[in-house]
């Protein structure tokens, strides 16, 4: 079943389909086409960029710092990864939001197959839009920063990798929220039950961003508090040497 919407100029206006498996079932979708390609040829592309890009991370890795701790380079590709998913796949979404329902393209597609588990992205939701649209363009350029600072040891790396990772779990707790408010609140299920889509694409893929980040968010601020734990030991440490310098040199013009 297709509905139009017929306003002043009908040739200008989207199809409405609401013929498709989404959830909820009667949301209206611009335009939309099922997609072209099976799911294992989509997951299996993204799968092998993926691995393109963390496995080329790791080879320069090794190649131009192989002195680096294994925590750092595991940093790196991380950070390398997950800009690239960030400002490309993301910002993909967030650039064609609007025609997302008829794109037959590669990230099209993925986001089609993607948005079984949330069909809030082949809407134009607000929330969504918006909080994919500063994941794009600021969490993915400051990844590519913080994987360059880690490099050269950079006294900035820290500061950005807490900002970015409290940046990347915060949108996370409040894309599960707003999700899970609809809900239970507002009775609107954007996923559809089966297994895959819930717990595979919408919990799992999503979690991710929650178990990196939390490590090295942790990471970072146990680091600033040991540097400034030393500093303070070692300002002290100046102070109490100045404080009896000067009692030694009182002491000897008395006598």
């Known amino acids: 079943m297709a509905i139009l919407d017929l306003p002043f100029n009908a040739t200008s206006t989207p199809l409405m389909v609401t013929d498709h498996h989404y959830y909820p079932l009667e949301v209206e979708i ?20 993926c691995a393109s890009i963390v496995i080329g991370t790791v080879v320069i ?8 701790p294994k925590g750092e380079k595991a940093a790196i590709w991380w950070f390398v990864i997950s800009g690239a998913i960030h400002l490309f ?7 064609n939001h609007t025609r997302m329902g008829p794109a037959q393209d590669l990230f099209g597609q993925l986001w089609k197959e993607y ?19 500063v994941t794009a363009f600021t969490w993915g350029p400051i990844c590519f920063v913080v994987a360059f600072f880690i490099t050269n040891s950079h006294p900035l790396r820290h500061p950005l990798q807490i900002i970015v990772c409290v940046g990347q779990i915060y949108g996370l707790i409040l894309y599960y929220a707003t999700s899970m408010f609809d ?15 819930f717990w595979g694409y919408y919990f799992f893929m999503n979690f991710i961003w ?17 540097t400034f734990q030393a500093l303070d030991k070692l300002t002290a440490a100046k102070s109490n040497g100045k404080a009896n310098g000067h009692a030694n040199g009182h002491a000897k013009k008395t006598i």
Not at 31 to 49: H, Q, R
Not at 210 to 226: H, N, Y
């Open 210 to 226: 929650m178990v990196f980040p939390g490590i090295l968010l942790v990471s970072s601020v146990r680091t600033i508090a040991r």
């Open 30 to 49: 611009a335009n939309y086409l099922a997609n072209e390609w099976s799911v294992p040829v989509l997951l299996g592309i993204f799968a092998a960029v």
């Open 115 to 133: 948005a079984f588990s949330d069909s809030r992205y082949l809407t134009s939701d607000p929330f969504v839009l918006c909080m994919e649209t």
């Open 61 to 68: 890795i090794d190649k131009t710092h192989p002195n680096l």
């Open 89 to 95: 796949f993301e910002g993909y979404f967030s650039l």
């Open 183 to 197: 809900h239970y609140y507002a009775q609107i299920t954007y996923s559809r039950p089966e297994f895959l889509y």
